[in-house]
């Protein structure tokens, strides 16, 4: 072979078998070039910063952009006012269907036969374990129960696939997004990392049976679903306000809230963190470092956790306990009394119709 070449090199004739393959390259098609790229301007050629994601929430989908008009906020404004009402109105008349029904157990638990009360009850049963257990634990405890059984649901929804679109429409706030005003809610019963749910529902439930304890069961829950709102509300004037637009989640705004009006109440009670609790310190300077804590997040613009709802959580608490709880609970009287005078000519109207 190296021989042939250079008898093609430097012989007077090409060889036959080249000939044929020169004719045969004569024949062949040429293959099509690839298009060249678009010009690409100096500016566009620019890289831009990396894009930044809290760890805690879930990369949203390329859909949400563009920044929307500060008119946005007036819907979900209406609707914390709304839903903060409704929750305090209907927060007074369960604690009336609470205590007429306290009322009426009582006098049939006295007039049944105290044989049955006496009769001992079978051991190894699962539902008297359940049972005994439930009744062992504080009125806060068992209140709280149920919000986490709720937030552990909507945790097993996110690792479901087909899920994952609907739950980042009404499962996270964000004033950017299709729904605004579901999500504020929604959102306080949603988490994506478990670390997250379950340090924000170890806190709910250490400090569960002082904010009910101090509140009532049925003011409680209304303070809680209120600041959720509130709390989401504040995120999103602080995302209109700096123009960073990231969907958010947790139970950290009304958690907030919870810890904030405890320590408002109780200044000098002692407490401690989980993994190092032999650091103690007081309730009021907790509160102080955590305020603390979250502005500097929110004037610095640090993105691993919602610092505005945190803040907007916990000044709803502290004005609550200071202000709040006498100009909404301690004035719900009125409401009591026509909730009261319509069941009361309710009752008369059915009675009536069986004694004739």
């Given at each position: 072979m190296a021989w042939r070449c250079w008898a093609h090199a430097w012989g007077p004739r090409p060889h036959r078998l080249t000939v044929l393959l020169e004719q045969r390259q004569g024949f062949r098609r040429e293959r099509p070039r690839p298009e060249e790229p678009p010009a690409v301007t100096a500016a566009e050629a620019r890289p831009g910063p990396p894009a930044r994601r809290r760890s805690l929430c879930p990369p949203p989908p390329p859909s949400r952009a563009g920044h929307p008009s500060a008119r946005r906020l007036v819907k979900p404004f209406l609707f914390a006012v709304g839903f903060t009402g409704s929750a305090f109105g209907s927060a007074a008349i369960w604690q009336y269907e609470s205590l007429r029904s306290r009322v009426q157990n009582y006098f049939e638990g006295a007039r049944a036969d105290w044989l049955d009360r006496m009769r001992p009850q079978k051991r190894g049963d699962f539902r008297k374990q359940v049972n005994s257990w439930w009744n062992s634990l504080t009125e806060g405890q068992r209140t709280v129960t149920g919000i986490i059984a709720a937030n552990v649901f909507v945790f097993c929804l996110w690792r479901l696939p087909g899920m994952r679109r609907f739950m980042f429409t009404y499962f996270t706030s964000d004033p950017s997004s299709r729904a605004l005003c579901s999500p504020m809610l929604l959102s306080t019963f949603s988490h994506f990392s478990l670390f997250h749910m379950a340090a924000n529902m170890y806190v709910l439930w250490s400090f569960s049976s002082s904010i009910v304890s101090l509140l009532g069961c049925e003011q409680f829950i209304a303070v809680y679903l209120s600041a959720g709102v509130i709390s989401t509300f504040v995120s999103y004037v602080a995302k209109m306000a700096t123009?960073?637009?990231?969907?958010?989640?947790?139970?950290?705004?009304?958690?907030?809230?919870?810890?904030?009006?405890?320590?408002?109440?109780?200044?000098?009670?002692?407490?401690?963190?989980?993994?190092?609790?032999?650091?103690?310190?007081?309730?009021?300077?907790?509160?102080?470092?955590?305020?603390?804590?979250?502005?500097?997040?929110?004037?610095?613009?640090?993105?691993?956790?919602?610092?505005?709802?945190?803040?907007?959580?916990?000044?709803?608490?502290?004005?609550?306990?200071?202000?709040?709880?006498?100009?909404?609970?301690?004035?719900?009287?009125?409401?009591?009394?026509?909730?009261?005078?319509?069941?009361?000519?309710?009752?008369?109207?059915?009675?009536?119709?069986?004694?004739?």
């Open positions: 123009g960073r637009f990231e969907p958010s989640l947790g139970a950290s705004g009304a958690i907030m809230t919870v810890l904030a009006a405890v320590c408002t109440k109780m200044p000098e009670a002692k407490l401690a963190i989980i993994f190092l609790p032999m650091f103690t310190f007081t309730a009021g300077s907790a509160l102080k470092a955590i305020i603390a804590f979250d502005s500097a997040g929110l004037a610095l613009g640090w993105r691993l956790f919602d610092h505005a709802a945190h803040l907007g959580g916990a000044l709803f608490g502290m004005w609550y306990v200071t202000y709040g709880h006498e100009l909404i609970w301690k004035n719900r009287e009125p409401l009591v009394k026509a909730w009261h005078e319509m069941r009361t000519k309710n009752t008369g109207k059915g009675g009536g119709g069986r004694s004739d």
